[in-house]
């Protein structure tokens, strides 16, 4: 399978997203607001990025996945980890509450956005954290301004090219097919025997009130099959990385398989690898405080 049947996996699988999100009439319980903060705007290069502030404390800033806007991070990990950094949650350009007037943008593009927002907020240096595409994005960042970052974090992700493992063709057939269930769908973001004792998955899911962008997520499909296509991805580049690099994963990654993190350990020397046990690509959504322990010890070290 190539790097493009590889990126149309990605835009099914966060469509299907969308739809189980709006089904839904059960979900986690949305952050209150006495605690949950206003959306602001700064100005870029040709956008205006949507971001909030949670907690205080050092900054750590997040870095969605794809075709995702900030209010999919799971509530209970944004509440466990507030309570000692100050959280930077963003909508990528033209995602979300944000605007874009490019025609087109690449994985390097979105890492400049995430530099010119932290320049906004006169942040010096922060931690990172990203989740599957957004882990492209926290590469990239650190890859290219290695001065400005703390620690990284790289959840559930790849570093591009051709070495990426893909899904099995299980995962492909529901992903691809239109006739696939709601059930069968948000399946694919956890473990079989989780989903076995647990009979209503999207309870576990945050109350997604933004605007999803049809046009910014086909920009963000070419951005993407641009990193996994042959030399693209951050591989040439990841010995640069001398940071501490946690990589967290779950066992059961049925959507971007937990060996793709093993071959990052690989190429980077600094990197802390840590599978979780029986969880899968939605793991901040299945197992909020391991998954926010993890990240709270590995930044706290």
């Known amino acids: 399978m190539n790097y493009k049947i590889n990126s149309l996996i990605r835009i099914v699988f966060s469509v299907a997203i969308m739809s189980i999100l709006f089904i839904s009439c059960m979900k986690e319980s949305p952050i209150s607001n006495s605690v949950n903060p206003v959306v602001k705007y700064t100005d870029i290069t040709n956008a205006k990025i949507a971001y909030k502030v949670y ?75 990203g989740w599957s595409m957004g882990g492209y994005v926290a590469q990239m960042f650190a890859i290219n301004h290695p001065e400005k970052v703390n620690k990284l974090v790289l959840y559930a992700t790849n570093g591009g090219d ?3 493992v893909n899904p099995s063709q299980e995962i492909i057939d529901i992903l691809s097919n239109p006739s696939s269930t709601p059930e069968e769908l948000l399946g694919t973001l ?32 070419y951005a993407v099959q641009k990193w996994l296509s042959p030399g693209g991805g951050s591989f040439g580049h990841l010995g640069q990385l001398t940071v501490p690099v946690l990589l967290i994963c779950g066992d059961q990654d049925k959507v971007v398989p937990h060996v793709n993190s093993s071959i990052l350990a690989d190429s980077i020397h600094t ?8 969880s899968g690509h939605g793991m901040m959504y299945q197992l909020p405080e391991t998954f926010a322990n993890y990240v709270l010890t590995f930044l706290a070290d």
């Not at 750590?60 to 209010?71: E, K, P, Q, S, V």
């Not at 400049?112 to 922060?126: G, M, R």
């Not at 009130?209 to 997520?217: D, G, S």
């Open 271 to 278: 990197s802390t690898l840590i599978r979780v046990p029986d």
């Open 162 to 164: 051709t070495i990426t």
């Open 55 to 129: 907690g205080a404390g050092d900054p750590l800033i997040m870095c969605m996945g794809y075709a995702t806007n900030m209010d999919m991070w799971s509530t209970k990990a944004i509440e466990l980890l507030q309570k000692k950094y100050s959280l930077i949650v963003f909508d990528y350009r033209g995602m979300g509450f944000s605007t874009n007037t490019d025609t087109a943008f690449t994985i390097s593009t979105l890492a400049d956005d995430v530099n010119e927002l932290l320049i906004s907020l006169k942040i010096a240096k922060t931690h990172v954290l």
């Open 190 to 221: 956890f473990p079989d025997d989780w989903l076995a004792t647990h009979p209503e998955p999207w309870k576990y899911l945050p109350e997604a009130a933004e605007p999803f962008k049809p046009e910014t997520i086909g920009l963000q499909y």
